[in-house]
């Protein structure tokens, strides 16, 4: 009941825009993924009062734009939080321009509530190639960042390098991870994180770059601290499901129930011999 | 021989009066409406209580823990009483034992009342973990009420014989009823070795039992990380607190029972100053653990700790907490330490105080403790934060308690409430040191 008095609190409020329509807000991210995926980060809010609201279940169109023509690659639609993720399944397919640079317009072509709405995106290729090595006993990643276009090396460029943790990733060395000439960075991994079965998740990522967008990669590395398993799953524990139940447990209730129940099933045999007992 | 007829006369059960017959239609209209209160929870969901995320015990568990404390009455009197050899104990022992099987009986009940679906009540014995101390309470509840039945039941056979003759001629039915529930009884010495030793072995082990009882149930709180409840004291805490409420609900059915059954010769000022005296020292027990409970945490408290201690001491609870503590443990002792205060009329009223006392002091155990727990429940509204019980619950538990009181009457309309057998031989045994010494 909740849910449907909130629904239609917010319904209600769409439904006033009729006469207005919104103007909604793209924003897009290209993220490249290496050895994995990629594919173009899209949140779509809009202004409603004072409030920036994000924008569900609307279709975007994303185009590949060439030579003064638009060549369609799909469309994606928003989740309830206003987001879509559109993967390139095959990146040659985009075209770049004599620059070398690809350019793709993400189209939202309105509706009943939103007028139409589109975001252009531009973005060169890069790669990065990141490894662990050891020197005199100490852990570095290595990772070097190239431009593909020109297959050159880009240097001055600001690294992040982190571990993945649970809920929020641990970053290692310096602030800035500035690139060299020769488009690399080391990092030291201190010693002592801790990883599963003693394995660090790395990434290191070039973040928004205006030229290049985001970029990335992954290196796991059995170079982390070995997490020793201290569940007490499937172990006998207070806190275990009744087939678990720790020994003494079993033993000691059991005896005093048996032990009581006996006794009381022996002194209902003793009315029964009472009313049994001959003159 | 004819004292012995007077005594049958005197102490077989009778028909009721006019005013037995209000009482008992009083009782039955109470639990009729309970019934119909409960029948509504059952079919709308407890959602007619006024139990939410905060408060999810309430007034049932509080009294399901009264009956519980009351129910500790057949052990301390009847058990302990015989094993030590206190023979003023003969006129009361009876009355004990009903009371307990009443109180542990609707215990039993109310347990299943506060679990919304009765149908569930299978998912305990499937389902129930070991570790559990709610499964432990599932136990020792059932064993407790068998238990306590032939407490009752042993001592009761060679009344049951003498109640077959006495109306033999007057009510062949009832008579009829009397020689079945005698099981045959003909004293014959086989006979009675074995109920002896049955006795003996029940009143040795009601005790354990009875202590167990109490004290899983003071486990069912201390085992939960709470505030007031995380305590090592809580097992002894209530045991001396149903050694409390188990005397003072004695000495008020004791006193009712012996006006309307006109029993003053049998249950004299003598054993009144007796319970009177029992009743003290459980008071003044209980006030030692009261001043462990709540002095204790005064200097450690923790924010939380405080924070109940206050809604106790000063706050919300106050007017309930210190009902409890005056009327129902500070007052009794002053008034039962003066020998004019162990009188049957002053103690019906002390027995009365230390009952309601009782009643309530388990309901402030419960609730306050669940309105502040470490963690605050997100999102819930304002109203949450507070418990009153609602007119279904009422309802419901006043009909638990008019249906242990209902046991109770019945029993006393068709039992005899006193020995009559032990009682007859007693006055034997008297009679003979008399003419001995003489």
């Given at each position: 009941m909740l849910v449907m008095f909130i629904s239609n609190i917010g319904l209600q409020h769409l439904y006033a825009q009729d006469s207005e329509k919104n103007t909604v807000r793209i924003k897009a991210t290209y993220v490249k993924i290496m050895n994995k995926e990629i594919y173009f980060d899209i949140r779509v809010t809009s202004k409603i009062g004072n409030d920036n609201i994000n924008v569900p279940s609307i279709e975007l169109t994303v185009y590949n734009e060439f030579e003064e023509s638009e060549i369609e690659l799909g469309t994606v639609t928003t989740n309830m939080k206003g987001e879509g993720k559109f993967v390139i399944k095959d990146f040659n397919s985009i075209k770049p321009d004599s620059t070398a640079t690809f350019n793709v317009l993400i189209s939202f072509k309105?509706?009943?509530?939103?007028?139409?709405a589109s975001k252009s995106l531009s973005f060169k290729d890069a790669v990065i190639e990141a490894k662990v090595i050891t020197e005199d006993s100490i852990n570095y990643i290595m990772a070097t960042l190239k431009d593909t276009s020109k297959d050159s090396l880009i240097t001055e460029a600001s690294l992040t390098v982190q571990v993945v943790r649970l809920f929020k990733p641990l970053f290692i060395g310096e602030e800035f991870n500035v690139t060299d000439e020769n488009g690399t960075i080391f990092v030291p991994i201190e010693e002592g994180i801790p990883g599963v079965d003693g394995n660090l998740t790395i990434e290191?990522?070039?973040?928004d770059s205006e030229e290049y967008g985001t970029v990335k990669d992954v290196v796991i590395a059995p170079v982390g601290v070995l997490i020793v398993d201290e569940s007490t799953f499937d172990q006998r524990k207070m806190w275990s499901p009744r087939n678990k139940t720790p020994i003494f447990l079993l033993i000691f209730p059991n005896a005093i129930i048996l032990g009581m129940w006996s006794l009381i099933i022996y002194l209902s045999f003793n009315l029964f011999k009472i009313s049994k007992s001959k003159n | 021989m004819k004292n012995y007829d007077k005594l049958v006369t005197d102490l077989a059960p009778r028909k009721f009066g006019k005013r037995g017959v209000t009482w008992t239609i009083f009782l039955v209209i109470i639990i009729i409406i309970g019934l119909i209160a409960y029948i509504d929870q059952v079919i709308k969901g407890q959602v007619v209580t006024n139990m939410r995320d905060y408060a999810l015990w309430g007034i049932y568990i509080s009294n399901f823990v009264f009956f519980v404390a009351t129910s500790f009455v057949g052990s301390v009197t009847v058990a302990v009483l015989r094993l030590t050899n206190n023979t003023w104990r003969t006129p009361l022992v009876r009355i004990a034992e009903i009371i307990s099987l009443a109180a542990i009986s609707m215990a039993g009940l109310t347990i299943m009342i506060d679990m919304g679906r009765p149908d569930r009540l299978l998912n305990l014995f499937i389902h129930g973990r070991l570790q559990s101390p709610i499964t432990w309470d599932v136990i020792i509840v059932p064993t407790y009420i068998a238990l306590s039945f032939l407490l009752l039941y042993f001592p009761l056979l060679p009344d049951l014989a003498i109640l077959k003759d006495h109306f033999k001629k007057t009510k062949p039915k009832l008579s009829k009823w009397y020689g079945k529930l005698a099981l045959n009884w003909k004293g014959t010495i086989e006979q009675k070795a074995i109920q002896g030793k049955s006795i003996k072995i029940i009143a040795i082990m009601i005790i354990p039992v009875g202590i167990l009882l109490q004290t899983i149930d003071a486990w069912l709180f201390s085992t939960t990380y709470r505030v007031g409840w995380d305590s090592t004291n809580m097992g002894a805490y209530f045991i001396s607190g149903a050694f409390v409420a188990?005397?003072?609900a004695l000495i008020t059915v004791v006193y009712i029972i012996r006006r309307v059954r006109r029993l003053e010769n049998y249950i004299t000022d003598y054993h009144f100053d007796k319970m009177g005296k029992f009743l003290v020292l459980a008071c003044l027990t209980y006030l030692y653990f009261n001043i462990n409970e709540y002095l204790l945490p005064i200097f450690t408290a923790p924010v939380q700790e405080d924070i109940h201690l206050n809604a106790l001491v000063s706050g919300e609870y106050a007017p309930i907490f210190w009902f409890a503590q005056i009327v129902g443990l500070f007052l009794p002792i002053l008034i039962l330490l003066f020998k004019k205060g162990r009188k049957p009329l002053p103690m019906f009223i002390v027995g009365l105080m230390v009952v309601v006392g009782s009643w309530w002091k388990r309901y402030i155990i419960v609730t306050p403790t669940l309105l502040h727990?470490?963690?605050?429940?997100?999102?819930?509204?304002?109203?949450?934060?507070?418990?009153?019980?609602?007119?279904h619950e009422w309802l419901i538990t006043a009909a638990t308690l008019a249906m242990s009181l209902l046991i109770i009457t019945l029993m006393v309309r068709f039992l005899?409430?006193?020995?009559?057998q032990r009682t007859a031989d007693e006055q034997e045994l008297l009679e003979t040191n008399t003419n001995t010494e003489s």
């Open positions: 309105g509706n009943d509530n939103y007028k139409k290191v990522v070039l973040n | 188990g005397v003072g727990p470490f963690l605050p429940i997100e999102g819930v509204p304002e109203s949450w934060h507070h418990y009153f019980p609602s007119i005899p409430v006193i020995p009559i």
